[in-house]
């Protein structure tokens, strides 16, 4: 492992800002005018795709078809998975294009309980690499590798044949700082949630195009609604990535052997948004004298309880319902199958400039066999317009997985 030379405060710093998973740094730095105006969460590596097969198809995948990895993407599709028990395994070197040994590791496993009901569990682990602190006077500090986890449990039950409602539960742990004190006096500590998603997945019987078979698969989840984070004991708490996301998935039956899938997202951060905050005549920030707070110009004041946060988030963008568009995510995936054994998937995902800048082509293969399936994926960046360096998220490659236990002939 390559053991990496940096300061605390600029640790810190590069954890708030790089992950927001813009073209570069700078870039993700919210301004008081409100042009660049990224909605940032803490642990966003929740967010972050873990499996292959959605990898490869922009990172779609809440109505795609069950499988062990439908923890992450919509619990309530476990309801419909086929066999009667799976797991999968999948890797992911996280930014390599910037740190060679950031990584996301993820394992899931499911098992039915009866025809009508199955539940899941899912372990994810994000490591940051060796890092050496130093203070703002370059004095070492310790050496410590940054991790963070979360711990899922998930339950799927049919309502229908048809519908299904999925719960899950989540602890979620960020060592970040390793108890090393800021250089004001602050102490830091490991940030702990709790956080739970409810979802949903419509999977009707196929329907007739051209006199051939085709698949219709419609999924929602909102995940990760759940307490706050903080790395210190002082009062202020960040929101965790509280996200919505819908989607659809057609499957066309072209013959016996050959199926092309289409599949389609949309996704919102369901916390606040950052508001535009007034200033004087020479830039700087007005505060309001009687609690110090800043003064704000357009915009919702951002501190604001969890559940009321969810609500504000669809009308507190500063520049109105326009930005408010601009903060839902499409992404697009179109998957090919060749006798159910050999599929090839191409994606797009797209974000505003202004809301973080992330916009790329994915690639992928897959290879099913009667116990298990082996996926690759690969991410293009295609946002050069404001690039001033290659992209962190260059290159990016995930590997799955899956094993098919006790599979029915």
Not at 9 to 36: E, H, M, P, V, W
Not at 290 to 315: C, E, W
Request: with cysteine.
């Amino acid at each position: 492992m390559m053991k990496k030379f940096i300061g605390f405060k600029a640790f810190l710093i590069i954890i708030a800002c790089l992950f927001t998973y813009g073209k570069s740094i700078g870039q993700n730095i919210i301004t008081l005018d409100g042009r660049r105006n990224v909605v940032t969460t803490a642990v966003p590596f929740l967010m972050i795709t873990p499996d292959s097969r959605s990898g490869a198809l922009g990172d779609a995948g809440v109505a795609l078809t069950p499988d062990a990895n439908s923890i992450h993407w919509n619990p309530a599709k476990l309801a419909f998975v086929d066999n009667p028990m799976g797991l999968s395994l999948s890797y992911v070197p996280w930014l390599k294009a910037l740190v060679p040994d950031i990584n996301l590791s993820y394992l899931s496993i499911y098992s039915r309980i009866d025809e009508m009901s199955a539940f899941g569990a899912s372990l994810r682990y994000f490591s940051l690499g060796d890092i050496t602190f130093t203070n703002d006077f370059g004095e070492y500090m310790g050496d410590f590798r940054p991790h963070e986890l979360a711990l899922d449990g998930a339950y799927a039950r049919k309502l229908s044949e048809t519908f299904s409602l999925g719960l899950a539960l989540r602890f979620i742990y960020s060592n970040l700082a390793s108890n090393i004190p800021l250089s004001n006096g602050t102490q830091t500590r490991p940030g702990i949630a709790f956080s739970g998603d409810i979802s949903t997945y419509w999977q009707p019987e196929p329907i007739k195009v051209s006199g051939k078979d085709m698949d219709v698969r419609l999924g929602m989840n909102i995940s990760n609604v759940g307490s706050k984070i903080t790395y210190t004991d002082e009062t202020d708490r960040d929101f965790i990535p509280i996200n919505l996301k819908i989607g659809s998935y057609f499957n066309y039956h072209i013959d016996e052997y050959n199926k092309l899938g289409f599949v389609f997202d949309l996704n919102k951060l369901l916390v606040p948004t950052t508001p535009v905050y007034m200033v004087d005549s020479f830039g700087n920030p007005i505060t309001n004298p009687n609690d110090g707070t800043l003064v704000i110009h357009r915009g919702k004041n951002p501190d604001v309880p969890v559940i009321a946060g969810m609500v504000q988030s669809f009308y507190d963008a500063p520049d109105g319902f326009k930005e408010e568009l601009r903060e839902i995510n499409p992404a697009v995936g179109f998957e090919y199958w060749y006798n159910n054994q050999v599929a090839g998937r191409v994606g797009y995902f797209y974000e505003h400039e202004t809301k973080g800048n992330r916009q790329y082509v994915t690639l992928g293969l897959g290879i099913k066999y009667t116990v298990f399936n082996l996926d690759v994926s690969y991410l293009i960046p295609t946002n050069n317009k404001y690039a001033t360096q290659t992209s962190p998220l260059e290159n990016t490659v995930r590997f799955s997985l899956q094993f098919n236990l006790n599979k029915k002939n």
